[in-house]
């Protein structure tokens, strides 16, 4: 992974974790900034404690970068493993595209018996001279 991309998703998951929502969506491209991730991220932080029967407030401390250059805008637009189509924002083109991004999210180790809470994909993308991510997606943890 490239030195910028791989600063890029430090910063956005540390943002994340410190739950700055001004810092999160400074890094949201423009047609997602009104988009409301903090929900996003705390219902799938719920739904996992939930899942696990933890009752105690817990929240992600600790982030795991990976992606896939190989990944093109198309690609994104075809079906998810459930044949449902991902609604990719048309503005997410080839032109400003550049990586695919995951952030895995994870508890303090030994803090609960999971490993993960959930991975968020990003499509980072080239906006205004800096890189944002310009669509992302939940999955479960791998």
Wanted: aromatic content about 12%.
């Amino acid at each position: 992974m490239e030195d910028r991309y791989r600063a890029f998703g430090q910063k956005f998951s540390a943002a994340i974790i410190a739950k700055d929502d001004a810092a999160v969506q400074a890094l949201l491209a423009p047609w997602l900034q009104v988009d409301a991730l903090r929900e996003a991220v705390d219902q799938h932080v719920r739904g996992m404690c939930q899942e696990w029967g933890i009752d105690e407030e817990i929240y992600p401390t600790e982030c795991q970068l990976d992606g896939n250059v190989a990944i093109k805008v198309e690609h994104l637009r075809e079906p998810d493993w459930d044949d449902s189509i991902p609604e990719i924002p048309e503005q997410l083109t080839d032109e400003n595209f550049r990586y695919w991004m995951s952030l895995q999210f994870m508890p303090a180790e030994g803090a609960v018996e999971f490993d993960a809470f959930f991975d968020l994909w990003l499509a980072v993308v080239e906006d205004d001279g800096g890189l944002r991510a310009g669509y992302y997606k939940f999955t479960d943890p791998d």
